[in-house]
């Protein structure tokens, strides 16, 4: 298995946007999942890259966006509207996921394939 390496973080001002990439996945299940200062790992998105399938965490749903390049072999996660607490080490996730399910695993122990994660830093 290869593991899964982000690009595109930053640092930016609040309102700002930015768009993550995760590459070298080989399993169709990916997620986005980040991590603050002295917070805990917590989940983005996550989507099905065999039928587009995704869903997001409350706090991010209408200001981020999840999506796959499936030729390229990319997903995406666009990052609008950010705020200083989107301020984080994000990662990206794969793994495999039973089709049919509705919308990808949401729970870290879902996936076992983890990149190196990348950071996006909101100043306010």
């Known amino acids: 298995q290869v593991q899964p390496v982000e690009s595109g973080g930053g640092s930016v001002q609040a309102g700002g946007s930015l768009r993550l990439s995760c590459e070298g996945y080989t399993e169709p299940c990916v997620a986005w999942f980040r991590e603050a200062p002295g917070k805990g790992r917590e989940v983005v998105a996550a989507?099905?890259?065999?039928?587009?399938?995704?869903d997001y965490a409350v706090s991010v749903k209408g200001r981020f966006t999840i999506s796959a390049d499936s030729p390229k072999n990319v997903v995406y996660l666009h990052l609008n509207s950010l705020k200083p607490e989107d301020t984080a080490t994000y990662y990206c996730a794969a793994d495999y996921c039973f089709a049919g399910s509705g919308t990808p695993p949401m729970g870290p122990s879902s996936y076992g394939y983890w990149g190196q994660g990348t950071q996006v830093t909101v100043a306010s």
């Open positions: 989507i099905d890259t065999r039928d587009g399938s995704t």
